[in-house]
């Protein structure tokens, strides 16, 4: 008892004072790297940029493509928040008009800076790299393709390990996919082809609400026990198809989905209630527990009701 009072006690007097050291720390890396940052942003920061026009001798506006577009509140929310764009970019881009050496700066993949630390144990950054050489994306795009395709340099942030939140990590996670499969533009231009992703899986009922509730991962990478989030892309041929891999009692959202959720509460609760009963109800994966309970009720009432009569008979037919 006294531990639990003093594990209370921990939990409500240093861990708001922890987080918000944390978040005090984190808003001054924000406030050192951002006059560096806003030498940038001051341009890519929004649609429209001005520069000095050396012809006419003055100052004029003009449109930035979307592409080029950096949103700066999503950056310091970004897993990269601390660092300076010229951290990565070559520092010739200080120069407008950005110099042409400047354009074929070599860029940095994640295995350049990750994978040697401590802290980066966890994150398996080689494993994962070796799945995804073995992706259909790399075997058919080789250098077309890369890490930052899907990890947005300026935008990704750790999302399926720190949230709780499923329909947050479902979204998030498919708009890292969504993002060139659903823009017909951007998939042309890498694939040659026009492309509907939504007319490819016209055979899955209920489209919308599977596209919020499982992500596309889910059906098509190989499950991979190892690391939290499956790199493995397989061919369309390989993709889940079968209902019964998720309808069913021994659901494959265990082994990707809810995999973390999985480890952490299999001891708590059991294995399986703690997991999906709580999150959300898959037809043919969760035995309806409501139902369980309703009928035990039901049956409680019926007997109270057997119980009540036979009293007032035997009541009644004594006197
Ligand atoms: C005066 C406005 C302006 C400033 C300041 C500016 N840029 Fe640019 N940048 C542009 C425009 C416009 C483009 C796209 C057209 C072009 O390349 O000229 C661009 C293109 C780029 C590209 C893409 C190059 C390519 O061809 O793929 C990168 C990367 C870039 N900028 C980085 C930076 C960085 C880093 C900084 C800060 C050190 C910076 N820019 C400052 C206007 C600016
Ligand atoms: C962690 C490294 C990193 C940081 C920090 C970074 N970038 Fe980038 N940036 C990249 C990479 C890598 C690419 C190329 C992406 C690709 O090839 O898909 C890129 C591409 C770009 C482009 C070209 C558009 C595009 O999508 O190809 C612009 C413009 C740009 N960055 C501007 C900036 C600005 C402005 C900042 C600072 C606010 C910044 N970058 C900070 C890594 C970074
Ligand atoms: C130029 C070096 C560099 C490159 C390239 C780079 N990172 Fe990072 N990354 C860092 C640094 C530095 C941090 C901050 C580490 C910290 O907060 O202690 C970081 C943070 C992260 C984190 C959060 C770590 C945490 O525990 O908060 C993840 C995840 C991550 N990077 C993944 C990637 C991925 C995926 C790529 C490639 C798409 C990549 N990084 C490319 C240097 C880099
Ligand atoms: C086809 C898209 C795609 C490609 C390509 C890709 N990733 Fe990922 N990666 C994801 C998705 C989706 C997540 C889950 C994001 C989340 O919710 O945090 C993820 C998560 C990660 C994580 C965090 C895992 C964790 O334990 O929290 C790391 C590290 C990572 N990727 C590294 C890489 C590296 C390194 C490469 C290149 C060798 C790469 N990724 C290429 C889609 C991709
Ligand atoms: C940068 C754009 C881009 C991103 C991001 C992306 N893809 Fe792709 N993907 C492609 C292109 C282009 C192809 C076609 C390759 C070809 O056939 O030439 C492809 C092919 C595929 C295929 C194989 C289709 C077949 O013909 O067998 C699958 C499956 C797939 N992607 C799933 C995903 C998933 C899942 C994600 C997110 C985790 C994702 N993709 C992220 C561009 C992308
Ligand atoms: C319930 C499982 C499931 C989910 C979820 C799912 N897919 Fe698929 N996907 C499949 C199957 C099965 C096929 C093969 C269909 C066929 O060959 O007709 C396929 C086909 C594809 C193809 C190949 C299309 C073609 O024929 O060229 C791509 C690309 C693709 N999916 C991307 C995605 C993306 C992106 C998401 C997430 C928004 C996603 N999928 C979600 C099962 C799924
Ligand atoms: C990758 C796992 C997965 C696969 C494969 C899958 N489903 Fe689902 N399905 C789900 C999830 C998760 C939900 C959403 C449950 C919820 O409402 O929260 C769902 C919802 C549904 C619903 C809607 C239930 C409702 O409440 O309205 C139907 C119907 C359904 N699935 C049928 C199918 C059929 C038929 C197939 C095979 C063609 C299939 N599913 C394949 C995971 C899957």
């Known amino acids: 008892m006294k531990n639990f009072l003093l594990s209370i006690f921990i939990l409500v007097v240093f861990l708001p004072g922890g987080l918000q050291a944390q978040e005090e720390e984190r808003q001054e890396i924000i406030e050192e790297v951002k006059p560096r940052n806003n030498e940038c942003l001051e341009c890519h920061g929004q649609d429209e940029y001005t520069y000095f026009n050396e012809q006419l001798g003055r100052d004029v506006k003009a449109q930035m493509c979307e592409d080029y577009i950096v949103s700066e509140e999503e950056y310091y929310q970004a897993n990269h928040f601390s660092f300076a764009c010229v951290d990565c970019h070559s520092s010739g881009f200080k120069e407008y008009p950005h110099p042409a050496e400047a354009r074929f700066e070599q860029v940095y993949s994640c295995t350049d800076c990750h994978g040697f630390s401590e802290s980066d144990k966890k994150y398996q950054f080689s494993q994962i790299e070796e799945s995804y050489k073995e992706s259909v994306h790399h075997k058919k795009l080789e250098d077309e393709f890369s890490c930052w395709s899907c990890h947005d340099p300026h935008t990704y942030a750790i999302t399926a390990r720190e949230s709780d939140n499923i329909k947050d990590i479902v979204s998030y996670n498919n708009s890292m996919c969504l993002d060139c499969h659903s823009d017909v ?15 490819h ?13 499982v992500r596309c991962i889910e059906c098509h990478t190989e499950v991979d026990k190892d690391v939290l ?10 993709a889940v198809q079968k209902c019964v891999e998720c309808h069913s009692e021994n659901t494959l959202l265990l082994s990707t989905l809810y995999k973390y959720k999985v480890k952490e509460n299999r001891q708590e609760n059991g294995f399986y209630n703690g997991v999906i009963l709580n999150e959300s109800y898959v ?8 139902l369980n309970v309703i009928s035990i009720v039901l049956f409680f009432i019926a007997l109270g009701g057997i119980l009540v009569h036979s009293l007032l008979r035997y009541f009644y037919v004594k006197k």
């Open 201 to 213: 899986h016209e055979w899955l009922p209920n489209q919308n609400l599977h596209f919020n509730n």
């Open 283 to 290: 037809i043919g994966a969760s035995r309806n527990e409501y």
């Open 229 to 238: 989030v499956a790199h493995k892309v397989q061919p369309k041929e390989e």
């Open 185 to 199: 533009e951007k998939f042309e231009m890498l694939s040659g082809e026009k492309e509907n992703v939504f007319k």
